[in-house]
């Protein structure tokens, strides 16, 4: 890993503790005195507004040249929002806290990624050393979060959310800035890729985000609707976040042995699998190790797919890039599976909700699978 790496080893584990929080956000508001419903509205804004700001902090950053600052304001305004949701007690002022943090998150991860790719440059794929940090983070937290914060004391999970932001605007200040051309003024999509497939890659990306908005929203409710115990939630999500590491750390070995597109492949392929098994289950019990499936599908899809979108894209591009790449696999895709859940699961419950999941996501490899040209390691 090259010199100064470091600080991008902090801030993705820093930042993935803030993220750790937001999974216990309803419980915060819920304490505060909002309804089941207006608590899935404030909620519901994040996904939402993250599909039309993200681009834009990518835009923005592409054009002016300026990844770092615009870094360093993303976080410097989030903790602004996250101290406003803090402090918010009626719905509609949490309901805009929530936009503001929405729109001053949504820039954040697409540029540190743009940036630590710079840093280690075009031909290395050792970004999965780094990313593992943000597991590491988000597993320490969600479970220290879920065990000592979320039952007992729920009001303490808006203030963690802003320190947590804090230290993270910290720590951008200290990320090195690896030199990187500047686009042309203006969005020319007819410049935008190195080679095809990027679209097909987004594509794929809404289209698995769909399931994976279903788990992050309802894994809860469906343990608890199995019978399964309290603990089992924070438990669920730390197996599936530890499960990353190993595979995280041992990302460029595999990717130069089966290729950045195979393990795309992978990581799509491994979630219709899971959500079919979801849909037999009767018993809570399962679900813990079928979480490691999760660990296999976010090793290769934020690893693998963020090296394959560096490699499809032209380098003067990459931070909007991987704003497009990042609001379809983590904003459009799970807006579009949450609301289908809500209804499905109205009718006819879970189970049918993660069988119907089996769909879009098994579309998702399909159409990368059938449409995407081969590439090999490099």
Known sequence: MPA???PFLSFFAIMYMNIAAITFMALALLAR??????????????????V???????????????????????????????????????????????????????GILP????????????????FGRIRLWGSIGFSVAVFVIGAQVAQP?????????AVFALAATAVAAWLPQGARPVAPAGVQFRHFTASPGLGTLVAAAALTGMGMGVNNTFLAVFLRDLGGPGWTLGAAFAIAAMGEVPLMANMQRLIHRFGVSRLVGVGLLVL????????????????????????????????AGVLL?????????????QAFYGAALMGLGPSAGTVMAGAIYEWRGLHTVFGVSVIPALAAWLLFAGLHPRRSAR
């Not at 040249?65 to 949490?94: D, E, N, Y």
């Not at 004391?153 to 959310?161: A, D, F, K, V």
């Not at 019990?285 to 934020?302: D, F, G, K, T, Y």
């Open 309 to 321: 979108v560096r490699d499809l894209t032209r380098p003067e591009w990459s931070a909007t890039a």
């Open 111 to 126: 540029l540190v990624t743009a940036m630590a790719l710079a840093h280690l440059g075009r031909n290395d794929r050792g």
């Open 272 to 303: 219709p699998v899971r959500w079919g098994l979801y849909a037999l289950l009767h018993s809570p019990w399962p679900i813990l190790p079928l979480q490691l499936l999760h660990s296999v599908a976010i090793a290769c899809l934020e690893v």
């Open 52 to 106: 039309i700001t993200q681009p834009v902090w990518g835009v923005l950053a592409d054009t002016s040249g300026q990844t770092k600052r615009l870094l360093t304001l993303a976080c410097a305004g989030l903790v602004a929002a996250s101290v406003g949701l803090w402090a918010a007690r009626a719905f509609v002022p949490l309901l805009l806290a929530m936009v503001a943090v929405a729109v001053m998150r949504a």
């Open 4 to 6: 100064g790496s470091a």
């Open 33 to 50: 005195g909002l309804s089941p419903a207006q608590t899935g509205v404030v909620l519901g804004v994040l996904p939402v507004v993250q």
């Open 153 to 161: 004391n729920p009001e303490l999970i808006l203030p963690l959310h």
